[in-house]
């Protein structure tokens, strides 16, 4: 098969795209296809940095984090006129076919060059898991278990000065691992986006932690709620004597995004590399390839651009029944 085939990771890194980076290449070059990597994603793609891939260069990835390729965000690409020189830069190598690692404003331009014609697959990879037609996707797990982590190392100092912990997760927009790390974690409260609540309810949450016994106790809280780890700092020093806790604020932030892919990621990023590639081979394109029911699948990306998966929040009432 004389086919050239593009791949690129765009949007927030992910622990596990070089994973499917890898899986892409290799199932590509098998399948009798030429492979070639796009240098920080749609940008590099406007400006036609390109270069061709060998399975050699794909060698040694599988476990790091981050994406060897780079990503960057593109204003350019979103434009008409940015749009024709990625697609120009694409056709000028004999290139039709694109596949697309990254979450939801990835499958954004991905489907911009299904509509300006070319042959082109997404595979779900974001921390959020938000991303519609994946039940969860490439990155969260590393990402949920990198929060838990040290929330499990913060809990032991807190018992041992029987202080609050208030951690601050990842999340803009969806309060995913929040609710993860925080149902795992054995949370007193969790913040997210989806369900706010207000600083007086989770100060009454920590005296009544205070009050049953408890040495410590904990909140977790995603960066895009509301009331996000500063907002309730600010409020908690104003009113201390409500909480009886001593608190100590932790922000994860981006050290959520570099550790090291768990071997679900590794895996789950391979398979769903190795399907999005045998996709467009056999001639399937115009789709993001995720995880459907523990096995790889296709959803068009028209249904998927501009929706977001919602977030199961009886997670959310069985945390706050737990924490009692």
Do not use: W
């Not at 990597?37 to 940095?49: I, S, T, Y």
């Not at 041992?160 to 149902?183: D, Q």
């Not at 309730?232 to 932790?250: C, G, P, S």
Request: charged share 20%; hydrophobic share 45%.
């Amino acid at each position: 098969m004389n086919r050239k085939i593009a791949v690129l990771t765009s949007g927030g890194d992910a622990p596990g795209m070089n994973a499917a980076v890898r899986a892409i290449v290799r199932t590509g070059i098998f399948h009798g296809c030429e492979m070639y990597g796009v240098q920080m994603g749609f940008e590099g793609l406007v400006k036609g940095n390109l270069s061709n891939l060998t399975a050699r260069d794909v060698g040694g990835i599988i476990q790091q984090a981050g994406t060897f390729l780079g990503t960057a965000r593109s204003a350019e690409f979103m434009t008409e006129e940015g749009l024709k020189k990625a697609v120009g830069n694409l056709t000028s190598l004999g290139i039709e076919s694109v596949v697309v690692v990254g979450g939801n404003g990835s499958q954004k331009g991905a489907h911009a060059l299904v509509q300006a014609g070319l042959a082109v697959v997404g595979v779900a990879s974001t921390i959020d898991n938000d991303l519609y037609g994946s039940d969860i996707t490439i990155g969260v797990d590393t990402a949920l278990n990198i929060a838990l982590e040290a929330i499990d190392r913060l809990r032991v100092t807190a018992s041992s000065h029987h202080r609050g912990l208030l951690v601050e997760t990842m999340g803009r927009h969806c309060g995913y691992l929040a609710l993860v790390a925080g149902l795992a974690g054995g949370a007193e409260a969790v913040v997210i986006p989806e369900r706010e609540l207000p600083p007086p309810y989770i100060a009454g949450l920590l005296k009544a932690a205070y009050e049953r016994g408890k040495k410590h106790a904990l909140i977790v809280v995603a960066e895009g709620a509301q009331n996000n780890a500063q907002k309730l700092l600010a409020y908690f020093r104003e009113n201390e004597h409500d909480l009886h806790f001593e608190l100590r604020v932790t922000i994860l932030g981006h050290v959520q995004r570099g550790g090291t892919p768990t071997a679900f990621d590794r895996v789950l990023a391979t398979r769903l590399g190795v399907f999005a590639t045998e996709a467009l081979v056999r001639g399937d394109h115009g789709v993001l390839i995720g995880l459907l029911d523990n096995r790889p699948g296709m959803t068009p990306l028209r249904e998927v651009v501009g929706k977001t998966k919602p977030l199961n929040l009886d997670l959310l009432d069985m945390a706050e029944m737990l924490s009692k």
